[in-house]
């Protein structure tokens, strides 16, 4: 079965700090990738998502996210946060092709201003 | 604009009660899926559904069972309620992309607490 694998489940850091999250997963044929995020009291909702194309992908919010394909990895960026970042995120990923999802543990990220 | 519904944000059942959770979408969305979210663990799929009466096993389903009788609704059911069942749980839906893009769409979740 294919796992996904975020790191650094905490992340604190200071308003118009760079922000940078892993994701690994473990499928070895074409995927399809995303990024959701949960703000606190809140939905989960689509950040960014890479199907095919330009691996650098943009998403809402100033986030951005680079799929590398060798490296088996869909790390999310944004270059300068707010505190209204504070949010819990996860990546996701799912075989080209098929409806089910397989999320990370997610990355709990607490901006101080 | 799109819409996934869940019956209660907060629930509290005592341990053996049958507890029903019903999710609803507006969207016509072929797939609907049950997720239950525990702090550090993530979300771990229990149950999906890819049609009307259509049901397969997630990664966690013991203890649940699932229901889909119209396209719209899916419903997840613990049918003898326990105290490791506490937990949050997330209603989601997509549509049926040939394409393989599957972006999920999600309810606001409910909190079952089991006492």
């Known amino acids: 079965a294919q796992s996904v694998s975020q790191h650094n489940h905490h992340v604190i850091l200071s308003e118009a700090a760079s922000l940078e999250l892993g994701c690994n997963y473990s499928?070895?044929?074409?995927?399809?990738l995303f990024w959701y995020v949960q703000y606190p009291g809140q939905h989960l909702q689509l950040l960014l998502k890479?199907?095919?194309?330009?691996?650098l992908v943009k998403g809402i919010k100033g986030f951005e996210a680079e799929f590398i394909k060798s490296k088996f990895s869909f790390n999310l960026r944004k270059p300068s946060v707010q505190w209204s970042d504070t949010a819990e995120y996860f990546c996701?990923?799912?075989?080209?092709?098929?409806?089910?999802?397989?999320f990370g543990k997610g990355n709990q990220v607490v901006v101080i201003p | 604009d799109v819409k996934v519904t869940q019956s209660s944000r907060y629930l509290v059942k005592r341990t053996g009660e049958k507890v029903f959770l019903e999710c609803v979408q507006d969207?016509?969305?072929?797939?609907m899926f049950w997720y239950r979210q525990d702090p550090g663990l993530g979300l771990r799929l229990i149950y999906f559904s890819y049609d009307v009466k259509m049901k397969e096993k997630g990664d966690i389903p013991e203890g649940y069972s699932v229901s889909r009788e119209k396209k719209e609704r899916f419903s997840l059911i613990l049918e003898s309620a326990s105290t490791n069942q506490t937990s949050m749980y997330l209603c989601a839906s997509s549509f049926f992309g040939t394409s393989g893009i599957n972006e999920q769409y999600f309810g606001p979740g409910t909190r079952l607490t089991v006492t």
């Open positions: 969207m016509d969305h072929e797939n």
């Open positions: 499928y070895g044929g074409t995927v399809n």
């Open positions: 890479y199907f095919s194309g330009d691996p």
């Open positions: 996701a990923v799912t075989p080209y092709g098929n409806n089910r999802l397989a």
